[in-house]
Antibody
Framework: QVQLQESGPGLVKPSETLSLTCIVSGYSISSGYYWGWIRQPPGKGLEWIGHMRHRGASYSNPALKSRVSISLDTSKNQFSLNLNSVTAADTAVYYC???????????????WGQGTLVTVSS | EVVLTQSPGTLSLSPGERATLSCRAS???????LAWYQQKPGQAPRLLIYGASSRATGIPDRFSGSGSGTEFTLTISRLEPEDFAVYYC?????????FGQGAKVEIK
């Protein structure tokens, strides 16, 4: 069974970098899927942040103005998110997810972590 | 960017009734790559439907999706108590992936 678990600080200061890690169990992240991040501000809707695949391209939401970096560590079977120059608007629950594959009829976002709340405040 | 608009914002129904949720796209969704998710308070979203009409693994057959182009629908044939939640549509046919604003199905 595929399981994902986010970890990282729950509080980040404005202008600093938000860094989260997602540990994956039950599936190898080098096996063809894209792995990524989605966030949800408190009481609001969902926003796709970006995703990437092992030895493949990385895609991110242009609304985040190139502040996003996603990386994979296949030796630890985990992937990470860095979001720099954060402001209060980046306060949200951050979810990691197995987001996609290139096969036809591939279900998107079929496995999710439980989410972690990150608050941006001084 | 493809903007998704869901309607109605809130649907008040009783258990056993039929729920119909709409998702309208600002432009045609490529390959009908439209998904629906269910989210309950404090939980991650759960994938229900992908490719506009394919049920995800383990999803009961009372959930069905339809549509193409710019108009999509999620139907819950007979509401069970556990179906009262917020539902999101999402398009994954073009970047950036986008979500609708959500629609709440509440107990009447």
């Amino acid at each position: 069974q595929v399981q994902l678990q986010e970890s990282g600080p729950g509080l980040v200061k404005p202008s600093e970098t938000l860094s989260l890690t997602c540990i994956v169990s039950g599936y190898s992240i080098s096996s063809g899927y894209y792995w990524g991040w989605i966030r949800q501000p408190p009481g609001k809707g969902l926003e796709w942040i970006g995703h990437m695949r092992h030895r493949g391209a990385s895609y991110s939401n242009p609304a985040l103005k190139s502040r996003v970096s996603i990386s994979l560590d296949t030796s630890k079977n985990q992937f990470s998110l860095n979001l720099n120059s954060v402001t209060a608007a980046d306060t949200a629950v951050y979810y990691c997810a197995r987001t996609y594959c290139d096969a036809a009829s591939c279900p998107p976002n079929d496995y999710w972590g439980q989410g972690t709340l990150v608050t941006v405040s001084s | 960017e493809v903007v998704l608009t869901q309607s109605p914002g809130t649907l008040s129904l009783s258990p056993g009734e039929r729920a119909t949720l709409s998702c309208r796209a600002s432009q045609s969704v490529r390959n009908s790559y439209l998904a629906w998710y269910q989210q309950k308070p404090g939980q991650a979203p759960r994938l229900l439907i992908y490719g506009a009409s394919s049920r995800a693994t383990g999803i009961p057959d009372r959930f069905s999706g339809s549509g193409s182009g710019t108009e999509f629908t999620l139907t819950i044939s007979r509401l069970e108590p556990e179906d009262f939640a917020v539902y999101y549509c999402q398009q994954y046919g073009s970047l950036p992936w986008t979500f609708g604003q959500g629609a709440k199905v509440e107990i009447k």
